[in-house]
């Protein structure tokens, strides 16, 4: 090890090395130089039993950051900083409520936004009343109640067994109210927002699930069916085009919210 400790220190772009946890053929520990360190590769830094790592001791080794802040040693200060995502403070300690940290709609990109920007971004969603309209009183408890009446019904009809409507039955007293809120939709020209609906531990979570369950294989029969982007590549590479093809793509607008319900209830009803 003070072999390989002592190289580290005498290459200046070496912050971290690992060290073979066994000899090799020659009985010598193998030691790897690296570029960096666990601390600004976090998502690169595994356990192993093949090595054991080693880094510089920095006020990061006890992992101040809180709030999934990321820690970065300043080695010459003997110090550290945080990267703080929705917090601040030293530490990421205090809670920043003037600003929002979402991912964006599309992608992996992290989009930083006002609290007033994004209000604003799902108030101008709302405020579309032909596919919104404010409600005198929450609907949870009674949409609770329809979903418990619905599985009673489909028990006594025979349609699903005891075992079924357990599971739907496993849901939160009182339940839970579901979240509305937007990812930006940064690969678009103007800059909008997509509207979402966190339904966890809502009153038809447990239900959707079911049906989603039940129409899933009728999806995948369809010829339009692609189950993700590799599939989508795969169709490309092995599709023969006729010559002069012209390629086109078309994007609907709102798409979810301009599915008439009742039609698409009975579309699925008769493929089913």
């Given at each position: 090890m003070p072999e390989c400790s002592f190289a580290c220190?005498?290459?200046?772009?070496?912050?971290?090395?690992?060290l073979g946890a066994v000899p090799d053929v020659n009985d010598r520990?193998?030691?790897?130089?690296l570029p960096s360190d666990k601390y600004n590769n976090s998502d690169k830094f595994v356990h192993t039993r093949i090595f054991h790592h080693f880094s510089i001791a920095t006020p990061c080794s006890s992992w101040p950051c809180k709030n999934r802040g990321k820690c970065l040693p300043l080695y010459r200060e003997n110090n550290y900083k945080c990267l703080c995502k929705g917090f601040k403070g030293k530490n990421c300690e205090i809670d920043d409520k003037t600003i929002i940290v979402k991912k964006a709609d599309k992608g992996t990109t992290t989009v930083i936004m006002s609290r007033e920007q994004k209000i604003k971004e799902g108030q101008i969603l709302l405020n579309d009343l032909d596919n919104y309209r404010p409600l005198e009183k929450q609907m949870a408890d009674e949409t609770?109640?329809?979903v418990k009446q619905l599985t009673t019904s489909m028990l006594t009809e025979g349609h699903i067994?005891?075992?079924?409507?357990?599971?739907?039955s496993q849901t939160s007293n009182p339940p839970r109210i579901p979240d509305f809120y937007t990812l930006r939709k940064i690969h678009k020209?103007?800059?909008?927002?997509?509207?979402?609906?966190?339904?966890?531990?809502?009153?038809t979570e447990r239900i959707s699930c079911f049906v989603d369950r039940l129409i899933q294989p009728i999806?995948?029969?369809e010829e339009s069916y692609l189950k993700d982007s590799k599939d989508f590549i795969n169709f490309i590479e092995n599709t023969k085009l006729p010559m002069n093809t012209i390629l086109t793509s078309m994007d609907v607008t709102s798409l979810y919210t301009n599915i008439p319900q009742e039609e698409g209830i009975t579309t699925v009803c008769k493929a089913y």
């Open positions: 220190l005498d290459t200046p772009s070496c912050f971290s090395f690992n520990f193998p030691c790897e130089l609770a109640e329809k067994d005891e075992m079924t409507v357990k599971w739907l020209p103007t800059l909008v927002g997509r509207p979402m609906i966190s339904g966890c531990d809502g009153p999806a995948q029969q």
